[in-house]
């Protein structure tokens, strides 16, 4: 949550930068679409190796780590005197947000039986969305009460606060988490078989079977469907203020409140994702229809409405209208999430830290590419029917998906994945 409250308030702030800094022109959303978007190069590329450190550090490690230096960088945002400082504090605030995720997921695998796995997910996209809505809500106010530079310094000291706390409280497995609460007799079975995987990911360095993961159409339809959603999903966190302030001319605050209720709606929306896929699962026993038909069939309800709310003149309509596709969009998102898992073999950390990458990549390419996009199109309309268009494209991916069995089934180079981790019995 804090992580996207860091990320996603330059957003609202930008104008506001551009303002200070003399950039108020085409050219000016150009070099300020550098500086939001170049955060998603260092975030993508370094999404396989902090995974990897990650995995062979702990999660109590790395995750306070990463905190703490995303936070720093935040912080450091605020001291920027012109696009040359941002685009550096942005660079390795890509770099440290990096490992979060692939850590997050690895902590559900370990702590999480596969039934109960959306859930978990979708409190971690929920949060991810919560963070968002509130980062863009307050810092509209924040920016016109306190200025832009106390703003960030304001969300540093936050994530510090966090870093700190959280290292003290977790611990990476359940039977290490409880030790001090456990009898003399080492406390019950089931925890044995919960810390499992922990444990033999600690004794023995399993190779990575990049070729086989690489070449299997799962992971091209896996990655392309996040490549769609996350180019959508970032319009939220990026231009979507000054979509709202230059087409319907509103205010800065304004626009941040108006920009918080689809980011809501995502928070809402992953949710209940996780509780509906985790449902459909338990009671269907299939993917096709848990993963593969509740994702596809929530992007192509997200893109129709979309398409619906450019009709709308009416700013507050067209918002709400949107904010309903957000919310069917991020039904559909603890599925993206959980087919890693899913379908990750004993690569899980793997095949999300590459499914993350792709996403970003495809959210770099949407920051970079609007003001491009203006400059073609001459009004931000058309980005409203490009972000509809991006849903499209991620339903079609899940359509193309076989979820059955793992990535490893559909390869087209065989290889001996690492045999399955112990599940934590579902009754325990």
Known sequence: MIAYICRNSLGVAEYT?????????????????????????????????????????????????????????????????????????????GVFQAGLFPCCTNTIATWFPSKLRAVPTGCLGASMSLGGAVGVFITGFLVVGIGWRATFAAYSVLGLAWAIGFYLWFRDTPRAFLAKRLPADGGPQWLDSATSRSDTEKQAAVPTPWLAIYSSPATWWICSQQFCRAAGQIFFGSWFATYLQETHEVTVVKSGILNSLPMIALVAGALSGGVLSDGLLAMTGSRVIARKWLAAGCMATCALLVFGAYFVSDPLTAVLIISLGSFCAAVGGPCAYTITIDMGGGHVGTLFGTMNMVGNLGALAFVFGVPWFLDLTGNWDSVLLLFGFLYVGAGAFWLLLKPEGDIFDQSMVSAEPEPPPAEVDAEA
């Open 17 to 93: 930068i551009r303002e200070e800094f003399g950039l108020l022109t085409r050219e000016g959303e150009k070099a300020m679409g550098v500086v939001m978007g170049i955060f998603f190069l260092t975030y993508a590329l370094g999404q396989i190796p902090t995974g990897a450190l990650g995995t062979r550090w702990g999660s109590r490690t790395s995750i306070p780590l990463c905190a703490a230096g995303l936070s720093i960088s935040t912080g450091i945002m605020g001291l920027a005197n012109g696009l040359g400082l941002l685009i550096g504090a942005r660079l390795a605030n």
